[in-house]
């Protein structure tokens, strides 16, 4: 325990403390993301995993602008040539901050691959993200 005296005027004003001190680690990417190059109307799939503690939160851009997921996935359901770029992701927590990048390419077309019939997939609004998380608990 610590002990901390105050003095106001001529009385001493003592006051006992304890003082937990929680170790940290700066986050460190123990899987970074990828590149990625997928045909247009197909998922594409950005995902890293990251250890830390306190446990980072995740932070997402594409081409510099913030990206509403805090997750360490980021899907991209049914991609269009407008998802293409450039990808961070960054972890940051009390004792730091780390940040890693990856390259997506939506290509026009089929590239020579054989689509399936509309009727045999279920249809995905361009650009639309969901939020997938793989990493353990780190209690």
């Given at each position: 325990?610590?002990?901390?005296?105050?003095?106001?005027?001529?009385?001493?004003?003592?006051?006992?403390?304890?003082?937990?001190?929680?170790?940290?680690?700066?986050?460190?990417?123990?899987?970074?993301?990828?590149?990625?190059?997928?045909?247009?109307?197909?998922?594409?799939?950005?995902?890293?995993?990251?250890?830390?503690?306190?446990?980072?939160?995740?932070?997402?851009?594409?081409?510099?602008?913030?990206?509403?997921?805090?997750?360490?996935?980021?899907?991209?359901?049914?991609?269009?040539?407008?998802?293409?770029?450039?990808?961070?992701?960054?972890?940051?927590?009390?004792?730091g901050?780390?940040?890693?990048k990856?390259?997506?390419?939506?290509?026009?077309?089929?590239?020579?691959?054989?689509?399936?019939?509309a009727?045999?997939?279920?249809?995905?609004?361009?650009?639309?993200?969901?939020?997938?998380?793989?990493?353990?608990?780190?209690?």
């Open positions: 325990p610590y002990c901390c005296e105050g003095r106001k005027k001529s009385t001493l004003l003592p006051a006992d403390a304890r003082l937990t001190v929680q170790p940290s680690v700066q986050p460190l990417f123990t899987r970074k993301l990828e590149d990625v190059d997928i045909v247009e109307g197909r998922t594409a799939v950005l995902e890293c995993q990251v250890a830390g503690l306190p446990y980072p939160s995740i932070t997402w851009f594409h081409n510099g602008s913030r990206i509403d997921n805090n997750e360490c996935s980021l899907v991209v359901l049914g991609a269009a040539e407008p998802d293409s770029g450039v990808y961070t992701c960054t972890a940051k927590n009390l004792a901050e780390v940040s890693c990856a390259e997506l390419v939506v290509r026009a077309g089929t590239g020579g691959l054989l689509l399936p019939e009727g045999d997939r279920e249809e995905q609004p361009a650009g639309l993200c969901r939020q997938v998380c793989p990493w353990e608990d780190q209690g």
